[in-house]
């Protein structure tokens, strides 16, 4: 089955600055990598995904990357704020849509102000 | 509200008892999602219906877990003989057909 790698486990930043998490997979069948930012004690939210035909996706401040070839994908953040202080999750799917989805372990991302 | 519904929030159960938790799926999504999360990881595959159909189960899986979606809205997911291994949030997420998916607020087991 596929197996997701995430790095690193913590990352503390000081505000304005960037912060890159960076994440591998192991099936390369997988087509669809949606990340997710989690609050503690919230849920899981979508903040921005990316489909296998494209190698990267932006959206304000945060851009993802898609390297198919070396089967890796990265999550910038630019600017950061402390509302972005929270636990960031990568995922893998298959079949181009959102059905089983395979997570990695986490990133807890600290903004220092 | 009209987002993923989840009850209860929190459950609190003695080992060897049975709990059942339902999930309320954004109303014009078919498909519906289990995961599991511990403390400190991500969310865990359990199993995917579309529509009442229950197209995947994880290994993670056991024989004491059962999930249901009987009309194609709300689901279920029973627990029997709990033990303390099963304490974790239990998430579920619904989805519209290639879309992304939402997750519910979860509900917390904890087995003593």
């Known amino acids: 089955g596929e197996n997701v790698e995430q790095h690193p486990s913590t990352l503390s930043v000081q505000e304005g600055d960037s912060a890159v998490i960076k994440c591998t997979y192991s099936d390369s069948a997988s087509n669809y990598f949606p990340w997710y930012k989690q609050e503690l004690g919230k849920r899981p939210q979508l903040i921005i995904d990316?489909?296998?035909?494209?190698g990267e996706k932006k959206d304000q401040r945060i851009a993802v990357t898609l390297n198919k070839t070396a089967k890796h994908f990265s999550l910038h953040i630019t600017e950061t704020q402390p509302e972005d202080s929270a636990v960031y999750f990568c995922a893998a799917s298959r079949s181009g849509g959102y059905q089983k989805v395979t997570f990695g372990t986490g990133t807890k991302l600290q903004v220092i102000p | 509200d009209t987002g993923v519904s989840q009850n209860p929030r929190h459950k609190i159960t003695k080992r060897g008892q049975n709990v059942t938790f339902r999930c309320d799926p954004i109303s014009e999504h078919n498909r519906l999602y289990w995961y599991r999360q511990t403390l400190g990881q991500g969310p865990e595959f359990l199993t995917y219906?579309?529509?009442?159909?229950?197209?995947?189960k994880s290994r993670l899986l056991s024989d004491r877990f059962s999930a249901e979606r009987p009309k194609g809205s709300f689901s279920t997911l029973e627990i029997q003989r709990t033990e303390q291994g099963d304490s974790a949030m239990y998430l579920c997420?619904?989805?519209?057909?290639?879309?992304?998916?939402?997750f519910g607020q979860g509900t917390r087991l904890t087995v003593v």
């Open positions: 997420a619904s989805s519209s057909m290639d879309r992304e998916a939402f």
């Open positions: 990316i489909r296998s035909n494209v």
């Open positions: 219906f579309q529509n009442e159909a229950q197209l995947e």
